[in-house]
C-alpha cells in the first residue's frame, strides 16, 4: 500500500490560529517532511470556501500550491483531491498542469471530478449545473487534457467545451499526467473512471469501498478496459493515539476548535467523518483497519491529519507504527 498526505491549506479550518503571514511556512514545512519521509505523494483539495461552513478563514488556492510544491520539494508526488472541471476552461488547466509538471520534474497527478459545493459555485460566478451536465463536461474535459498532453495540440467539439488546434507545448515531463478519477455516482462517474482513469478514488469504508470496486469492475468489463491497471485508492481522516481515551480527547478537542467557526450544530455533524471510520483509533486498531481494506483491493490511503499544522503525534505514530506495518 502506498501513502499521500494532504496538507493543510485551510479548507478545513486547519490553518486557524497561524497567522496568514506564516501559513505558507507551515505548508512548506509539512511538505518537505513528507518529501523526506514515507510519504508517495502529498496532496490539496480544490476548493474556494470553507467547510463545514463558508467562514473567512483562510482557504489556498490548489493549483497555485501545486507550482510552488512543484519548487520546494524533489521526491514526493503532487496532487489534488479534486480540481473541479467547471472551475477552468479544460485546456488551460492542461496548460496549467503541463508546466506545474515540468517545475516539479514529471511529478504531478491529476486529480479531477465533476465539483459538488454549490456554495462556491454560486458566489464565484459559476452557475450550478445539474450532476448530469457536471459529468458530461468531466469526461469531455478529460478528453481534451489527455489529447493536449499525449499529442501537444487538442481539437474537440464538445457540448460544453469546444478548442481548436489549441497548443499545449511543452508537453508534460512524460508526455502524459495520470489521471485520478474521483467520485463514487455508479452510472456516470464510475464509468467515466473505468474509461479514462489510471486511479480511482471513492468510499473507503469497507462495505462502501468493496460495492464501488464491483460497480467499476462491471464498467471496466463492459468497455473493455483492464480492471486491474486501475489503482483504486480512498481518502481517510485520520486520528490516532496510543490509547482510545486519548483518541477521543483529541475528537473532542476538534470538535470544540470547529465550533469557535461554525454553528454547532455543524461542527457536531462534521465529526461523522471521523468517528468509526477506518483512520481513527489507536495505531494497532487503524492498521487492522487498513488491512482489511488492502484484502479487498484498497491500493492507496490519502491520508488528512486534521492537526498536522498543530501537533505532531498523529502524524509521528502514522510514519512510524501504521505506514510501516502496511507499505
Not at 81 to 109: E, F, W
Not at 229 to 245: D, F, G, L, M
Amino acid at each position: 500500500m502506498r501513502f499521500g498526505l494532504f496538507v493543510p491549506q485551510g479548507w478545513r479550518l486547519d490553518l486557524t490560529g497561524v497567522a496568514p503571514a506564516d501559513q505558507w511556512t507551515t505548508m512548506s514545512a509539512l511538505a518537505s517532511r513528507a518529501d523526506a519521509g514515507p510519504w508517495d505523494s502529498i496532496w490539496v483539495y480544490d476548493h474556494f470556501h470553507t467547510v463545514p461552513m463558508p467562514t473567512d478563514e483562510a482557504c489556498h488556492e490548489a493549483w497555485t500550491l501545486m507550482s510552488a510544491f512543484a519548487a520546494t520539494t524533489s521526491r514526493v508526488k503532487l496532487g489534488q483531491m479534486c480540481t473541479a472541471i467547471s472551475y477552468r476552461n479544460p485546456m488551460y488547466l492542461a496548460k496549467v498542469a503541463a508546466t506545474c509538471d515540468l517545475i516539479s520534474g514529471g511529478r504531478v497527478q491529476m486529480g479531477i471530478g465533476a465539483g459538488w459545493y454549490e456554495h462556491e459555485w454560486r458566489a464565484y460566478g459559476y452557475g450550478f449545473p445539474s450532476a448530469g451536465e457536471r459529468l458530461v463536461r468531466l469526461d469531455e474535459g478529460v478528453q481534451i487534457m489527455r489529447q493536449a498532453w499525449t499529442v501537444g495540440r487538442a481539437t474537440f467539439t464538445g457540448k460544453h467545451y469546444t478548442v481548436d488546434d489549441a497548443i499545449c507545448a511543452p508537453r508534460p515531463s512524460a508526455g502524459d499526467i495520470p489521471l485520478w478519477i474521483a467520485g463514487g455516482g455508479e452510472k456516470k462517474t464510475l464509468r467515466i473512471a473505468a474509461r479514462y482513469a489510471d486511479y480511482t478514488n471513492f468510499d473507503g469504508t469497507p462495505a462502501g469501498f468493496a460495492h464501488k470496486s464491483a460497480v467499476l469492475q462491471q464498467h471496466c468489463a463492459e468497455l473493455g478496459r483492464d480492471y486491474a491497471a486501475i489503482t483504486r485508492s480512498s481518502n481517510y481522516n485520520v486520528v490516532i493515539a496510543p490509547t482510545e481515551a486519548e483518541v477521543e480527547a483529541k475528537l473532542a478537542a476538534l470538535e470544540e476548535l470547529t465550533a469557535k467557526f461554525v454553528h454547532p450544530k455543524a461542527a457536531e455533524a462534521s465529526m461523522a467523518a471521523y468517528r468509526g471510520m477506518p483512520g481513527v483509533g489507536t495505531p494497532e486498531q487503524v492498521i487492522e483497519n487498513l488491512t482489511g481494506l488492502a484484502d479487498l483491493g484498497m491500493d492507496y490511503a490519502i491520508c488528512y491529519v486534521p492537526d498536522a499544522g498543530r501537533d505532531t503525534e498523529t502524524l509521528d505514530l502514522l510514519e512510524q507504527k501504521v505506514i510501516p506495518a502496511l507499505s
